[in-house]
């Protein structure tokens, strides 16, 4: 049996219909397929499950961490922990199957074994065009550096504790898994005889970052610094991660609390030496319980206190941008409290953050 486990979060419907169109086709049914949905906006939600469910070979699953930002890496291991071993493949909504491609996965399998796969990527015309998947014309394929569709023996994941929980938003969790299971005495292997997935068109993930606080979490020089960590897992030759806890997910219990949770908010100005001793003193020596804080930019009483130093001839305080705040809370969070539950929200009008978070 193969597990083919899709992690996913606000992506348009036929995306996906196209990828479980192609796995509704295989020649071998000895698969099953876990949706495992990250937080997609209520109402999308909504129609992912509907169209999900018309699959009978197809389970999903939601979680409550639309107020978070994407961890693919905990989104897997969520599933993979619940995995009784055999062999599971991780997959993209982006991905259409050749209809031999679980058979010919099933025949790879070999214990201590992990196995990936070249791509064919399609541009945006021919991704919209309606074809057979060997009448598809490819743009180009993808190299031995492409790692993120990899089938995995189960029990060789569980045993390095899945993926690195560390990896947030976008890059190098899939390769950082791969150097683990190399150092960990497990054989990964390139399969590159044939094209037996297409990868549809999408913009660039790169594209949409921007040097500005935005509604949609982003967090700035993050994929350089996943990259430094991954780095860091080659050179110290470790294995096992997520030493404290792995693939747990915040419950639809424990988030309605947070939201619904009406202690007292405590709000923070955006200066520099406010959000320090938040980050560094403050938070880190509260008792166990629920808190909410805000964080601000308040250019009166910032054009005010200006004036007054300078006028005492005191030395002026440093206000940070709300994106340099966002920046450094965000950071600190995933970086110290990405076990906890919590949720972090941009306000619409961009100019404050809110986080609500259970120690």
């Known amino acids: 049996m193969l597990y083919i486990i899709y992690p996913y979060r606000n992506r348009e419907l036929k995306r996906i219909e196209n990828s479980l169109n192609s796995l509704k086709n295989q020649t071998n049914k000895s698969f099953t397929v876990y949706f495992v949905d990250s937080g997609t906006e209520h109402t999308l939600a909504k129609d992912v499950e509907n169209l999900v469910n018309t699959y009978d070979f197809v389970t999903y699953v939601y979680h409550n961490t639309q107020h978070q930002p994407w961890n693919k890496s905990r989104t897997l291991n969520s599933a993979i922990k619940s995995l009784d071993g055999g062999f599971c493949f991780v997959a993209d909504v982006d991905m259409i199957f050749r209809n031999d491609f679980v058979e010919i996965a099933n025949q790879l399998q070999k214990p201590n074994k992990a196995t990936y796969f070249k791509v064919g ?3 945006q ?3 919209q065009r309606d074809k057979e998947f060997e009448h598809c014309n490819i743009k180009f394929e993808s190299t031995s550096e492409a790692t993120g569709l990899t089938m995995f ?3 060789n994941l569980k045993k390095i504790h899945g993926f690195d929980e560390f990896y947030h938003f976008w890059g190098s969790e899939d390769t950082d898994v791969h150097v683990r299971l190399k150092h960990s005495g497990c054989d990964v292997q390139f399969y590159d005889k044939d094209i037996l997935m297409l990868h549809q068109w999408h913009e660039s993930y790169r594209i949409k970052e921007q040097d500005k606080l935005t509604k ?5 020089h993050i994929v350089r610094l996943n990259y430094r960590h991954l780095n860091h897992a080659n050179d110290s030759k470790r294995t096992i991660v997520n030493k404290s806890t792995w693939g747990n997910i915040m419950t639809k219990s424990q988030f309605q609390e947070l939201e619904t949770c009406d202690t007292e908010m405590t709000s923070i100005l955006n200066t520099l030496d406010r959000i320090q001793h938040f980050l560094y003193v403050e938070l880190h020596n509260l008792e166990p319980g629920i808190y909410r804080f805000r964080f601000y930019s308040n250019s009166s009483e910032k054009s005010l206190k200006q004036k007054i130093k300078k006028h005492l001839g005191k030395e002026n305080e ?9 920046d450094m809370v965000l950071l600190h969070i995933i ?5 906890k539950p919590y949720t972090y929200k941009v306000n619409d009008k961009l100019q404050e953050l809110y986080l609500t978070i259970t120690l």
């Open 125 to 127: 015309v021919e991704t």
């Open 335 to 339: 970086s110290f409290y990405r076990n």
């Open 216 to 220: 949609e979490l982003q967090l700035s």
């Open 153 to 155: 023996p189960v029990e």
């Open 318 to 326: 440093v206000f940070l941008t709300m994106k340099e705040v966002n």
């Open 121 to 123: 990527f399609l541009d």
